[in-house]
């Protein structure tokens, strides 16, 4: 569980030591996204280029149930849908397509198999990955894992397309079922090596239940809640995505 | 599972000692107590998850955590007090002994298993979060026990937090025969321990696990650092003595802790990465792999090892401070203190679900927590004095934790 407590750590130290660090990228309606979470060294070359050559950008979400919501309203409310809006409302001048091909249960290996179909079928100019859940709960090995993710990010480079990995939730009520340790490592080291963004899922949703903007410990059906941090994740992943292509000179000023 | 073992007879025993630590120094080294005292303590806190106190823990500061130490230090006294039995029972006896222990520990193991198993269904009712409706699926084997229970007891199933018990189990069933050849051919054993450790890494050696994968502790890699303590106990820290005495080897040692501890400065903060991680490096060293004892790991106890046993002489007064003695007892009793960690775990887990998760919360689950471990060693210890000074009592039996401890 190394990785967890160390999130904590960092979210807890950045917060006492340098509070212009803090400076929420975005601050509508609560969700507040310190800007170490959406800012990297990690560049989305192939967005940059299909936004500005075509104005156009293609989006895929490969994901597990994490990635999609319930009920007759969830492919609205997920965030998926959720990154949709807030890039259409960020940049104007851009049409934007975000494909969600979340499906329950997928260890990473299942996904990565997927990817040549993903790459014919939609021809992204961005995949989203998230994955980690469903191999830490079945307790895949961990280089399994590890390496199933490098060679789909190797695949999906080669074909063009930018990756962002995107990591597990914070879920309070079982984090001492699921050990997620190795498999958050095995994220960040494919993330390092492939030079690719890491959207630290976990570590946002922990600094959003510790500083109070939403009670994740809660076990009861809320509908409300879920939409709600769904609706904030696509708002930080839009900030991921326009940091890391440098899309900013394409964002509309009323937006921000 | 609290446990003299009755059934041995005493030879040359120590004495039974109260709760007051005033082992003579010819006998036990105050420093194995502690700090395995210490490691529990740690471990503990390292087991509750979303803790801000476990920022203290070692493991945030260099490659290896308290595991380490645990493993080491359970070596090291096993083969103090197994090693003594072997001479002058012999084999057979001791062989017999070491295996009770591991049928204790397996016993110990169950009965927390049953205790998670009684958190878990708890925890289960009523969660219905659909943000976490694929989290909820950890808890279907709730749905099987048939499966679930009977692989809980060949420990392929083992819930995270419970790697550590299993691990010793098998390391206890190994032991006999190494401690033969340690006492024969000390430097033979630990050449062969390290080369069951490069096999395993070379050859991809482990235990299978349920419901997929293998073992979160390997104990293939992992007994060199039981058969090193082990060692160490055996003569092998004498013939060190010189090696760690000399400066070089202490530079050497804080240096590389340096080192360590730069890297893990990165792991808390990301941006520092690429001005002290070049490429080559992070190729070279990452992932660091817990779960097959990375050499890094190993090295990084090494000299944290080196230079401790530099500053903290087996004759440090401060050793019989008041202070310290809480670390003491509960290192004395480490198989019951362990297991108390671990229920311990999930109840401050079980706290924080139920009442509330804050950062008080945190602190207070963490403190009450490693109270009640001072306060169960205390008890334990009192228990065993009352036993030991009982008139008529079966004869004073070899104390394993008192005498180092075999946990």
Known sequence: ?256 | MSVTETTAPAASAPVIVPPAVTAPAAERDLRLDLFRGLALWLIFLDHIPSNIVSWVTIRNYGFSDATEIFIFISGYTAAFVYGRAMKERGFIVSGARILKRAWQIYVAHIFLFMIYLAEIAYVARGFNNPLYAEEAGILDFLQQPDVTIVEALLLKFKPSNMDVLPLYIVLLLLFPPILWLLQRKATLALLASAALYAAAWEFGWNLPAFPNGHWYFNPFAWQLLFVFGAWCALGGADRLSALLKSKVTIAVAALYLLFAFCITLTWHFPRLEHLLVPKWLSDEIYPIDKTNLDVLRFAHFLALAAVTVHFIPRDWPFLSSKYLKPAIICGQHSLEIFCFGVFLAFAAHFAKVQISGGVAMQIAVSLLGILAMIGAAWLISWYKTIEGRKPGARPKTPDADLAGGEA
């Not at chain 1, 190394?2 to 917060?15: K, M």
């Not at chain 1, 963004?197 to 976990?202: G, H, I, K, M, Q």
Request: glycine fraction near 6%; charge should be negative.
């Open chain 1, 1 to 256: 569980m190394t990785t967890l407590q160390i999130a904590r750590f960092l979210s807890i130290l950045v917060l006492v030591i340098s509070p212009a660090a803090m400076a929420p990228a975005q601050e509508q309606d609560g969700c507040d996204v310190p800007s170490y979470f959406v800012s990297g060294d990690a560049q989305l070359k192939h967005v940059e280029e299909a936004v500005k050559k075509t104005k156009r950008l293609t989006i895929a979400v490969l994901g597990t149930g994490s990635s999609a919501l319930t009920g007759s309203e969830g492919a609205a409310k997920a965030y998926p849908a959720r990154l949709q809006a807030a890039l259409e409302r960020r940049l104007p001048a851009v049409t934007v397509n975000v494909v969600s091909l979340a499906k329950m249960r997928q260890t990473a290996a299942d996904m990565a198999k997927a990817l040549d179909k993903v790459l014919i079928d939609e021809k992204p100019d961005l995949v989203l990955w998230q994955t980690g859940t469903v191999d830490a709960m079945r307790g895949i090995d961990p280089d399994e894992f590890r390496s199933s993710i490098d060679d789909g990010v190797e695949k999906l480079q080669a074909g063009q397309a930018d990756v962002v990995l995107i990591n597990m939730q914070y879920s309070p009520r079982t984090e001492s079922m699921i050990q997620l340790g190795t498999y958050l490592d095995g994220m960040r080291v494919v993330a390092r090596d492939r030079d690719v963004p890491l959207f630290d899922r976990l570590g946002l949703m922990r600094y959003w239940n510790d500083n109070g903007a939403f009670d994740l410990y809660a076990a009861a059906k809320d509908n409300a809640l879920a939409s709600k941090v769904h609706d904030c994740l696509g708002r930080a992943l839009a900030s991921l995505i326009i940091e890391s292509a440098h899309l900013e000179k394409f964002e509309s000023k009323a937006a921000q």
